[in-house]
């Protein structure tokens, strides 16, 4: 039995994370979306928003659940028995970032491994830093994140959407 998680800010949701939501499903027994708690981060949306949103995205996935954890990544892999961590890679400026995080968490626990998927191209360019900038411009974020979401996100900026 493999248990992934794929861990992540999620801050929003876009469709590069939905995509590797989606393929690395298909490789792994039974995958969490880990939604990290992190008090210190000024988010756009609450933990609670957060895992929601991920929720009405993976619904209809047999093997997807979604949750949240504080602290460290590994310990809460322990409790919920997950060894596999999923990353999407999106360029080089990735690699040296996610590279560290993998090996320092390989190191605290031998048992866990990092599969990184490469985000599919037509998202390599995409992140949530990027969603959270357009729209605070009032920019078209449509082929950025889930339709269900843009009305949203655009809301946390007081913009009302021009369609
Ligand atoms: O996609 P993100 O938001 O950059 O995700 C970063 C995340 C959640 C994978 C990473 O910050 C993390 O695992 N944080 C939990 C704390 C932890 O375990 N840190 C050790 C990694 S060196």
Same mark, same amino acid.
């Given at each position: ?7 992540g800010s999620f801050d929003p949701l876009t469709l590069g994370h ?10 792994? !027994?039974?995958?969490?979306? *880990?939604?990290? $708690?992190n008090?210190?981060k000024n988010s756009l949306f609450?933990?609670?928003? +957060? ?8 619904? %209809? ?8 954890? !504080? *602290? ?14 999923? +990353?999407g890679?999106r360029a080089?400026t990735d690699?040296?970032y ?7 968490? $390989?190191?605290?626990? %031998? ?12 998202y390599s360019y995409l992140s949530s830093t990027i969603v959270k900038e357009f729209a605070s411009y *009032?920019g078209?974020i449509?082929?950025f994140v ?5 009305? +949203?996100i655009?809301?946390r900026y ?6």
């Open positions: 039995m493999k248990k992934a998680i794929y861990p939905v995509d590797i939501i989606m393929r690395s499903s298909k490789i792994v !027994d039974e995958l969490v979306v *880990g939604v990290l $708690h008090s210190a609450s933990l609670e928003e +957060r895992v929601s949103m991920i929720k009405e995205m993976t619904g %209809p996935m047999p093997n997807v659940t979604v949750s949240f954890f !504080d *602290g460290l990544l590994v310990d809460y892999m322990d409790k919920i028995g997950a060894t596999i961590i999923v +990353r890679l080089v690699f040296e996610e590279l560290q995080i993998a090996q320092t968490n $390989h190191v605290e626990n %031998p048992n866990v491994e990092t599969i990184f998927l490469t985000t599919s191209l037509q *009032g078209d449509s082929k889930p339709a269900q979401f843009i009305d +949203r655009y809301e007081g913009i009302k959407r021009q369609s």
